[in-house]
């Protein structure tokens, strides 16, 4: 069975820090790209940053470069998302999505709320 489970949300005031994790599996993790999501109130859920695990080619979305940094633990089948100098605008459900050429994953999301 495939899985993908995210954890690590909670509440944090701005400017502090979250660890974000996503463990998998079912599938063979280092074929996929795995991204991180977020969906805020009232807002579509957007894609904020990608790892694939082939070549370690990582990407950000600009609203958390320079705070946020992905990274992947292949023996661990775990993706982290680190989130430093985090913003009320933060405040979101985070997914970790895996793809591939052929098919696509998601988790069922952590929550994440950051206080001002």
């Known amino acids: 069975e495939v899985q993908l489970v995210e954890s690590g949300g909670g509440l944090v005031q701005a400017g502090g820090s979250l660890r974000l994790s996503c463990v998998a599996s079912g599938f063979t993790f280092d074929d996929y790209a795995i991204a991180w999501f977020r969906q805020a109130p009232g807002k579509e859920r957007e894609g904020i940053s990608c790892i694939s695990n082939s070549d370690g080619t990582t990407y950000y979305e600009d609203s958390v470069k320079g705070r946020f940094t992905i990274s992947s633990d292949i023996a661990k089948r775990t993706v982290y998302l680190q989130m430093n100098s985090v913003k009320p605008e933060d405040t979101a459900v985070y997914y970790c999505?895996?793809?591939?050429?052929?098919?696509?994953?998601w988790g069922k999301g952590t929550l994440v709320t950051v206080s001002s």
């Open positions: 999505k895996a793809v591939s050429y052929a098919s696509a994953y």
